[in-house]
């Protein structure tokens, strides 16, 4: 589904899902990752624990992020667990050095009652089974960089680029700039491939859905589905 921010409360009932108000994070690993993502949650007013093995890594969080909670001690202790409250958690991210214990972390802070867990792993091998084994999300550091430098090498004007879990198909916004393809006529009018669509258009910061009449201007961004023997078709209307 494709759906503009403000109608997102409505779609919830139709697809049968509960929608998750996620306020209070714990992250596992005092990684760059873990680094990153706790600032940048704490920007988002997002109450955060940090867990860190190390104690001079643990000290030096502390010192560098002030709204952060960091704790000097082993993830992998469910008493340790228990006594930062990880049954209040609301989402669990883990980003240790090892898969494994990223893993099987977030597998407790389930039974723990978590309702959103997030794991970092090295072995791609273990992306397509994560619902499987009762993870939320499953994230890969080479696929997340193959698709960083992936979308600088494409020939449109990408700004992002994101695979869809278990489908062969990906997600593109792109900037479209002057003389595109795209800019020329209505959707419906385009040699637009079948075996991608529209997912909407943002023009001047507002979300739009985009139908068959509607037409495409310069300085829009547009969110494309689409499956890998479209790719460069689509690449190409989008082009200056």
């Known amino acids: 589904f494709s759906v503009p921010k403000n109608s997102i409360n409505d779609l919830y009932p139709i697809i049968g899902k509960e929608q998750l108000h996620i306020k209070n994070v714990m992250i596992l690993g005092g990684s760059s990752i873990g680094f990153k993502t706790a600032r940048n949650l704490c920007k988002e007013n997002f109450n955060v624990k940090l867990i860190e093995l190390k104690k001079e890594k643990a000290e030096d969080f502390a010192d560098r992020l002030s709204n952060v909670l960091v704790i000097n001690g082993d993830g992998r202790d469910i008493e340790l667990l228990e006594e930062e409250n990880i049954r209040e958690m609301d989402a669990f991210i883990a980003v240790t050095g090892n898969s494994e214990t990223n893993i099987m972390s977030c597998l407790v802070a389930k039974s723990k009652g978590v309702k959103k867990t997030i794991a970092l792993v090295e072995n791609m091998d273990y992306i397509n089974i994560s619902q499987t084994i009762g ?17 600088h090498i494409r020939k449109g004007e990408i700004l992002a680029l994101a695979n869809l879990h278990n489908i062969d198909a990906e997600v593109f916004e792109f900037e479209v700039k002057e003389n595109a393809k795209v800019t020329e006529k209505p959707i419906r009018e385009l040699k637009f491939p079948r075996e991608a669509v529209f997912g909407g258009i943002i023009r001047n910061g507002v979300a739009m859905m985009s139908y068959g009449d509607f ?26």
């Open 135 to 151: 993870i939320d999300t499953l994230i890969n550091k080479k696929l997340l960089a193959a698709s960083s430098i992936f979308k």
């Open 215 to 240: 037409h495409i201007q310069a300085g829009d961004r547009a969110i494309v589905f689409c499956l890998p023997e479209a790719i460069s078709t689509v690449e190409e209307l989008f082009k200056s």
